[in-house]
C-alpha cells in the first residue's frame, strides 16, 4: 500500500477506498470541493461514518478545490484554492465517471449520445431501430450501478424474444461499502420531510437486537412509511449489515407489503431479518 494516498472527492468511491486504506495503514486525505461527503445519503449517517474515519486517521479537507496536481520522481502535489501542497504517493481522482462512448463508431452508423452517454427510449432501443444499449454508457436518471446494468440487459433479452412492454424500473438500492455500511432505497427521509402523508420512524434495531446486531449498538433503521396504506415507501439503513437489510426492506417496498401481508410470513429464528420485520411492523402498526 502507499504511504500516503489522497482522495480528490468525498463520494463513494473515494470513502470506500479510504475506510480500506486507512485500515491497512496508509496515511489518507481526501479533499472535497463541497461541504459534506456523500451528499445524497442519509447526512446524520454519513456524519457518523466520517467521524469513524477521522477517529481512524483519515483527514477530511471540505469546501476546499484541488488546483494542481504536480509530479516528480517519487512523489506527487496536489494544490488546492486554500494554499495546501498535500504531498502523496498516489492521487485518486473520484469526481465522476464519464461514459466510455469513445472510439464506438456511433456516429458513422446515426446512433445518438452525447457527454452525459447513449440516447435511448423507453424500450432502450437507440436511435438504430435495431441497436439497444444497457449499462453505465447510458444516458439515464436511474442508478449507474451494476444491478441496473443487469436488469436491464435481461429486459433487453425479452425485447428481442418479443415482449413489447416499456421498461419499468423497480425501486432501486444503493449501498455505500464504507466501515459500516450505509444503504438507503425509495423515497429518503429528507424528501419526506413537510409531506403529512409520510411518516419518518427510527429503528435503533442495534440495540433492541444486540444478539443479531452482534452488538452493533449504534446500527439504526431511518424508515419512511405512507400513513395511509401503512406500507413502507423508504428505508435508510447504517450499519455493517446495511446491505442484506437494504435488500430485504427493497422487497418489501417493491411488494407493497404492510403489516397484513408481513406477517403471513415465516422468518427463520433468531435472525436479523426477523428481527428486523418485527420491528418494522410494530412501528407501521402504531401510525
Do not use: C, W
Not at 65 to 88: H, Y
Request: net charge negative; no cysteine.
Amino acid at each position: 500500500m502507499p504511504k500516503h494516498i489522497i482522495f480528490i472527492g468525498a463520494g463513494i468511491i473515494s470513502l470506500e477506498f479510504a475506510s480500506m486504506a486507512v485500515e491497512l495503514g496508509s496515511e489518507v486525505t481526501i479533499v472535497e470541493y463541497a461541504d459534506k461527503a456523500l451528499a445524497n445519503f442519509n447526512q446524520e449517517y454519513v456524519a457518523k461514518v466520517v467521524t469513524k474515519l477521522e477517529k481512524a486517521g483519515v483527514n477530511f479537507k471540505f469546501s476546499t478545490s484541488v488546483t494542481a496536481v504536480e509530479s516528480n520522481d517519487r512523489n506527487l502535489t496536489v494544490k488546492t484554492n486554500q494554499n495546501d501542497s498535500l504531498v502523496a504517493n498516489y492521487v485518486l481522482d473520484a469526481t465522476g465517471r464519464m461514459p466510455n462512448v469513445d472510439g464506438l463508431g456511433l456516429s458513422e452508423v446515426g446512433i445518438e449520445f452525447s457527454s452525459k452517454g447513449i440516447v435511448v427510449d423507453d424500450h432502450l432501443k437507440t436511435s438504430v431501430d435495431n441497436v439497444f444499449a444497457s449499462g453505465d454508457v447510458l444516458d439515464k436518471m436511474v442508478g449507474k450501478l451494476t444491478p441496473t446494468a443487469t436488469f436491464e440487459s435481461n429486459y433487453i433479452a425479452t425485447q428481442i424474444l418479443g415482449d413489447d412492454s416499456p421498461i419499468n424500473y423497480s425501486v432501486v438500492p444503493g449501498v455505500v461499502f464504507t466501515l459500516p455500511r450505509i444503504a438507503q432505497v425509495g423515497v429518503s427521509s429528507a424528501a419526506a420531510v413537510g409531506n403529512n402523508q409520510l411518516a419518518v420512524e427510527k429503528i435503533d434495531y442495534g440495540k433492541q437486537m444486540l444478539f443479531q446486531s452482534k452488538n452493533e449498538i449504534d446500527a439504526e433503521i431511518t424508515v419512511v412509511i405512507n400513513r395511509k396504506t401503512r406500507t413502507l415507501v423508504g428505508a435508510e439503513v447504517y450499519g455493517n449489515e446495511a446491505a442484506e437489510i437494504i435488500n430485504l426492506l427493497t422487497l418489501v417496498i417493491e411488494q407493497h407489503m404492510g403489516p397484513a401481508e408481513l406477517n403471513k410470513v415465516i422468518f427463520a429464528f433468531p435472525s436479523t431479518s426477523v428481527g428486523v420485520i418485527t420491528l418494522l411492523i410494530n412501528k407501521m402498526l402504531t401510525l
